[in-house]
């Protein structure tokens, strides 16, 4: 079945600085990668996704990017925020709508 | 439009205990997950219905993990009898089509202690 792992586990950055996380995965079938935000007590909410046949996709300060060869997608938060302080969860959709997620990346953005 | 809506939001019992979990998906989605979220980790995928039939199940410990999807709207999930290591957020989640690749919607989530 599909693997995914995001890296780094946490991250911490000054207001202002950008973002950036990583993930790999191992099915080539997979064709859909979404990233989620979850905060404390609530269910993930998706901020932002990029099908295979897109390389990149950009939202505000959020960025995503693909590369189907090398099987990694990138997020990429630009001007952080201390609002973004979060876990963020990348996933990778294969057959049939089946999603497979990362561990998580523990975002704090320091004031 | 209203998002996923779980109930309870949490609950602790005592271990070979039963506990049941009610999901209600966003009107007229076809397709409903069950997630369990073990703290520090990400969502794994329990089961998958589409409209009140199982896509996939194969991570759902079947002697004790068991799954309804009455009429292709609400959905139970029940654990009967409770272990230590099920303590975990249970999530449900919504699409329109998974077929389509369109996003899923999560509901809260279940908090759920095993002691």
């Known amino acids: 079945g599909e693997n995914v792992e995001q890296h780094p586990s946490t991250l911490s950055v000054q207001e202002g600085d950008s973002a950036v996380i990583k993930c790999t995965y191992s099915?080539?079938?997979?064709?859909?990668f979404p990233w989620y935000k979850q905060e404390l007590g609530k269910g993930p909410q998706l901020i932002i996704d990029?099908?295979?046949?897109?390389g990149e996709k950009k939202d505000q300060r959020i960025a995503v990017t693909l590369n189907k060869t090398a099987k990694h997608f990138s997020l990429h938060i630009t001007e952080t925020q201390p609002e973004d302080s979060a876990v963020y969860f990348c996933?990778?959709?294969?057959?049939?709508?089946?999603?497979?997620f990362g561990d998580g990346t523990t975002l704090t953005v320091k004031p | 439009e209203a998002g996923v809506a779980q109930s309870p939001r949490y609950k602790i019992i005592e271990k070979r205990q039963s506990v049941a979990f009610w999901c209600n998906p966003i009107?007229?989605?076809?397709?409903l997950y069950w997630y369990q979220q073990i703290l520090g980790q990400g969502p794994k995928l329990l089961i998958q219905?589409?409209?009140?039939?199982?896509?996939?199940d194969s991570q759902l410990p079947k002697d004790r993990f068991s799954a309804e999807r009455l009429k292709g709207v609400d959905s139970t999930l029940k654990i009967q009898p409770a272990k230590l290591e099920d303590s975990a957020v249970y999530l449900c989640?919504?699409?329109?089509?998974?077929?389509?690749?369109?996003?899923?919607?999560f509901g809260p989530g279940t908090r759920l202690l095993v002691l």
């Open positions: 989640a919504s699409s329109l089509d998974p077929q389509g690749l369109t996003q899923m919607y």
């Open positions: 099915d080539s079938a997979s064709n859909y």
């Open positions: 990029i099908r295979s046949n897109v």
């Open positions: 996933a990778a959709m294969g057959h049939a709508g089946k999603s497979t």
């Open positions: 009107s007229g989605h076809a397709t």
């Open positions: 219905f589409q409209n009140n039939g199982v896509v996939d």
